[in-house]
């Protein structure tokens, strides 16, 4: 198993991760709203699919009992991007939040991270239900979805990130 510190760094993005908050803190709203040709998601659209699933997740691990959408599409916003600045800013900040809560918990003692978390749902397996587990699969999905930003925003010609980022 990976020791919580590996997890801390791939919250944060360190080492072969780049920082989740800095892949999309500097874009521009034209940006956030673009579409390619063969994806069907903007970044705007994966960065709020990354915020649902975390939420959905951390509500979970504190004893909750979100609704899990009946299709995958309720995962996604509707809209191809933010209609204003601020409403972009914000998902930003709650993406910075959600990764600090995920932080705790991944500082927490081995105690905690061994509680097992209700499963919901049939698709969430028995296997993956302690609350570490939940943080590795939360850190599983962002890195996969991260990527895809970062993809986009190489298509785009918006890529390094103002606070940088692997160019190769």
Not at 1 to 17: D, F, T, Y
Not at 67 to 85: I, K, L, T
Not at 114 to 126: A, K, N, P
Request: proline share 6%.
């Amino acid at each position: 198993m990976m020791s919580e510190p590996a997890m801390q760094e791939l919250i944060r993005g360190k080492g072969a991760h780049a920082d989740p908050v800095a892949c999309v803190e500097d874009l521009s709203l034209d940006l956030v709203w673009e579409k390619i040709p063969g994806f069907p998601h903007s970044i705007w659209q994966i960065l709020g699919h990354i915020n649902y699933w975390m939420e959905y997740e951390l509500k979970r691990i504190a004893g909750e009992r979100p609704r899990y959408p009946e299709h995958a599409v309720e995962s996604w916003p509707s809209a191809a991007g933010p209609m204003n600045a601020e409403e972009w800013n914000a998902e930003i900040a709650r993406l910075a939040g959600l990764l600090e809560k995920l932080s705790v918990l991944a500082d927490s003692v081995p105690e905690l991270l061994d509680v097992q978390v209700e499963i919901l749902h049939s698709s969430q397996s028995s296997r993956s239900s302690t609350v570490r587990a939940l943080l590795w699969q939360i850190v599983a999905h962002n890195s996969y979805h991260l990527g895809q930003i970062v993809m986009l925003r190489q298509c785009l010609g918006a890529w390094p990130a103002r606070q940088g980022g692997d160019t190769w």
